[in-house]
């Protein structure tokens, strides 16, 4: 009789710390967030978009899985020149995909849309010989395989400055441009699968005039079977899916998941972080006044999964019903959150990194894995049942 009072004990300890969370700003830091601010991202609770959509959404934590808002999934745009400001909001006013274009994390007023530019700007910090304050602006859209453009002028006019173009998720997964203030004449390429920051695969391309400068055409291709990154409008380096098997693991390590498009711009030389810094170039140079400047001045984006053009937001009866064509299939969802800036995978960086392969578009890297995930709801509760399964098969071994 003991031994089952134990073992009933123990499994609703477990019970109760696998399926309840907490999301760690609101009140006492252990409850999960109320019903009208029923959203959890970053441990802040809120009901906005920003924070409800899956991706940023943490359904753990949150008032229940389902106060998790389902992606908005990629819409084709063709030469936008960002043609209003009111296409950009921060985080905490973006509400509708519908009509905002854009939303930014970071101060918000170091993004904005002006004279037909998304201008994202680097400025100092409280000290000028500590990391400066960046941007990250996201499309509110999540896409899944296309063709991204952008025309671009980084900002990184000095060393330490870093500039990103990245497709990026909550898993890890990540392709990307970047441009550092220490090569002002080069881009940067590189992937990751599943969060695995391999930093040797980064290629740089051939010399172009002053990327801080002068405006190029930035392209990266994400195809089912491969991606391919050009350089107005030439190819300078291709990824195929073959190429990265991971004999140990049995699978691809490629990026196959549905991601968030972003810019970024940030401090990667006063990081305090000598493999960034190195990297980057550092320090970063500031004054007072100093502020580094990144311009967007097209994008265009061409979904492989069309047929979205409208979302549903949950609770708003005035929302059109979200087109449900066979591309709608190919979401995919998850419980881990993302915050993650173009920062995020590099600002880790330890030790030198070296650049490899050959950048006339034939080099063929290494990383992939083609599996969806779940509905955060079933993620969430088939972890809990596999803990539950899993510790009532140990504590009834002991007293067995």
Known sequence: ??????????????????????????????????????????GYCNSNAGFCILGNCEPANSYSPNSC?????????????????SDLVELSKFNDPNKQVWYSTG?????????????????PGSSLTGPGEGSTVYFTRWVDHGTF????????????????????????????FEWVGKTKNTVQTNYYYDDELDFTKMVESKPVSDTSSNYHDYTIQWNLDSIQ????????????????????????????????????????????QEGTANWAGSPTPYTSSTVYSMYVSSVTVKCLYGGNDTYSIPGSSAS?????????????????????????????????NSA?????????DSESDDTSSPSSASFASALNSKVLMGACVFLLSLFA
């Open 229 to 272: 990154w050009l350089l107005d409008g030439s190819l300078i380096r291709t990824v195929n899916r073959a190429d990265t098997w991971d004999a140990s693991a049995k699978m691809f390590k490629f990026p196959d998941r549905e991601a968030r498009f972003s810019f970024s711009i940030w401090d990667g030389g006063n990081t305090g």
């Open 320 to 352: 059109s019903t979200k087109s449900t064509s066979s591309s709608s299939s190919k979401s995919t969802q998850s419980t881990k959150s993302s915050s993650s800036t173009s920062a995020s995978s590099s600002s880790s960086r330890s030790g030198s």
């Open 69 to 85: 808002w389902a992606k908005p999934h990629c819409k084709d745009m063709s030469g936008y020149n960002f043609p209003s400001s």
């Open 1 to 42: 009789m003991k031994s089952m009072l134990l073992t009933t004990g123990l499994l609703s300890f477990i019970y109760m710390k696998n399926v309840y969370g907490a999301c760690k700003n609101y009140g006492d830091g252990k409850s999960n967030c109320p019903k009208d601010s029923p959203c959890c991202f970053e």
């Open 356 to 364: 490899s392969g050959s950048d006339d578009g034939s080099d063929s």
């Open 107 to 123: 101060d918000a007023s170091h993004a904005s849309i002006t004279g037909n530019n998304l201008v994202m700007q680097l400025k």
């Open 149 to 176: 453009t952008a025309r671009i002028k980084s900002g990184s006019a000095a060393p330490g400055v870093v500039t990103s173009m990245i497709l990026r998720n909550e898993f890890g997964d990540e392709i990307d």
